[in-house]
């Protein structure tokens, strides 16, 4: 599982680079699909985002005071480990500086 | 038209319509003897026009015969049922075994509704009996050009390159599949459409390809194969039981893809390629229905690989190559490819990437697809290549040329090698 880690979610993007942004993502993950090595994936909202916090705290977010949020994740089929970093290197998210690609290996179904 | 003509004619549009009806009433476990029925029907029909000549409503004089022979067939068989039966049983034991169920006399012409609207609902319901994924798909669509379209077993086998006798044997065992699991001739309701409807749309699609991408040489079956696929199609669209969005998506799809049906073949019969076509020769006519049922198919919410494959095939009857058209198209396919992988998707999809963001990027992305048993992928290094390092592209037209399947590809390579050598 490649997830994606972005460093400050509540920045806003131009709608120019946010097309763009988008393309690169589709090319990125159609890249993937074409070797038949996607096996799912998704994007996570921040409308009614939400951070539950010890003693039933309830918080908006999770903005501001946090340093990172997840934007989204996609799961391949790869070989070795390997494999899935030199997938997770092609990812868009990279383009930011702070953001990172963290790359886990999913408990077997 | 000539007299002589007349009865082929009917027998392609109505023998569909009959056979449909009878074995809704029959059902599948008697489904020969609703075969029979029609087969004498038209055997009636060929004497007795012969000596007459054909009566004024010709449709009409078949429906009315068709459902005279059913009624003293079945008629026999209630007199069998309600009387010899009960006394052979009678005169057998007297020991009180189960007694013949007292059938009421049915309304025959009540059911055996030969009407517009008994046709329409006879030839859906059986569309969905004969699309069940208990059968493989090349009985299905054998079953369906049978008993839908009205084909004869050596134009199935024609379309099929092979002999009448294998198509008899797969018609047989299909039957007989449907029997034994006593598949029923209906409409499945309004909970199950949503998922009996793919198969149905799945066997229509590859009826149409069938057609489409055959290697028979009768152009004239290959297109009715088309035609027949959208009219099937088209009466799910018609419905509005079963009219759903994949439905309009498909027949977009379909009329894009058979826009081009008279292009693709030159005079003597060869396929000629797309960049080649005559864009003429392309039907403007299914040009604009297809983008017609690609607008209604875009209500709602629902977004199948029918819906992404008509936007590819619609921007294929867009000859020109312009920016918009690339872009378009590499999205539908980097979205298609998330929904179903098919090496085909992966190899266009490919050459998009080509078109959209240059070769040298999808010469990186093709390497890595790897499908080194598919012609088509060598073709497509050979086309990425050329130009870039042309003894690469030779060794790859090579290599496409020796996995190639059919001559005229294998023609295709040896002509692409010449250009470089």
């Known amino acids: 599982m490649l997830i ?12 120019e680079q946010l097309q763009t942004w988008m393309k690169q993502t589709m090319d990125w993950v159609g890249g993937i699909a074409a070797q038949n090595k996607l096996v799912g994936k998704n994007g996570l909202l921040f409308d009614d985002a939400h951070v539950v916090r010890h003693r039933g705290v309830v918080t908006n977010g999770p903005f501001g005071e946090i340093k990172e949020t997840i934007g989204g994740y996609i799961i391949v089929k790869a070989e070795s480990v390997e494999e899935a970093i030199a997938f997770a290197k092609g990812s868009p998210v990279l383009q930011g500086e702070g953001n990172t690609v963290e790359v886990r290996k999913v408990y077997k179904r | 038209m000539e007299e002589q003509d007349l009865i082929p004619h009917l027998f392609r549009t109505e023998y569909r319509k009959i056979i449909s009806v009878l074995c809704r009433h029959f059902g599948f476990e008697q489904m020969e003897t609703a ?3 029609v087969g004498d029907t038209f055997l009636a029909a060929a004497q007795t026009w012969g000596i007459k000549g054909p009566p004024k409503n010709p449709a009409a004089w078949l429906y009315h015969v068709a459902k005279n022979k059913a009624r003293n067939l079945l008629q026999r068989d209630q007199v069998f049922r309600l009387k010899v039966t009960p006394a052979v049983r009678a005169a057998a034991s007297e020991s009180g075994g189960p007694g013949a169920p007292n ?9 055996i509704d030969l009407s517009p609207a008994g046709i329409e609902d006879s030839q859906l319901q059986m569309m969905f009996a004969i699309c069940t994924p208990l059968l493989p798909a090349e009985s299905q669509i054998g079953l369906s050009l049978r008993i839908l379209c009205g084909f004869g077993i050596e134009e199935i086998a024609a379309a099929f390159l092979t002999n009448k006798e294998t198509i008899n044997k797969r018609l047989f ?3 007989e599949k449907l029997r034994e699991a006593a598949v029923r001739i209906e409409m499945p309701s309004a ?7 793919p198969a149905v749309l799945t066997t229509i699609y590859l009826l149409f390809n069938e057609g489409y991408y055959s290697e028979s040489s009768d152009d004239v079956l290959r297109k009715e194969l088309c035609i027949e696929a959208l009219r099937l199609c088209h009466m799910l669209s018609d419905n509005p039981v079963t009219n759903t969005p994949a439905v309009d998506a498909l027949l977009a799809l379909m009329c894009f893809h058979a826009s081009r049906f008279d292009a693709r073949i030159d005079r003597h019969g060869d396929i000629v390629l797309y960049a080649y076509q005559d864009t003429n020769r392309w039907n403007t006519d299914l040009i604009a229905k297809g983008i017609d049922y690609l607008h209604r198919a875009a209500r709602g919410d629902t977004l199948t690989k029918y819906h992404l494959e008509a936007g590819i095939a619609y921007w294929s009857t867009q000859k020109e190559d312009t920016a918009e058209k690339w872009e378009q198209t590499l999205q539908y ?3 298609l490819l998330q929904l179903e992988y098919s090496p085909v998707a992966a190899l266009n999809r490919t050459y998009a990437l080509a078109k959209a963001r240059g070769v040298q990027e999808a010469i990186v992305q093709a390497e890595k697809l790897q499908l080194t048993d598919n012609p088509f992928y060598f073709a497509l290094l050979g086309e990425l290549y050329t130009d870039i390092d042309n003894s690469k592209a030779m060794s790859h037209f ?3 040329m020796a996995l190639a399947r059919t001559n005229a590809d ?12």
Request: glycine letters at 6%; a positive charge; zero cysteines.
């Open chain 2, 398 to 400: 090579g290599r496409a």
């Open chain 2, 103 to 111: 059938t009421p006399a049915q309304s025959i012409d009540a059911e």
């Open chain 2, 410 to 421: 294998k023609q295709l390579m040896q002509k692409k090698i010449a250009r470089l050598g």
């Open chain 1, 4 to 15: 994606f880690r972005h460093e400050d979610g509540a920045k806003v993007a131009s709608p």
């Open chain 2, 333 to 335: 396919y980097n979205l």
């Open chain 2, 35 to 37: 075969e029979d029925i």
């Open chain 2, 191 to 197: 909970s199950e459409l949503d998922h009996r409807l």
């Open chain 2, 173 to 175: 065992r299909a039957k």
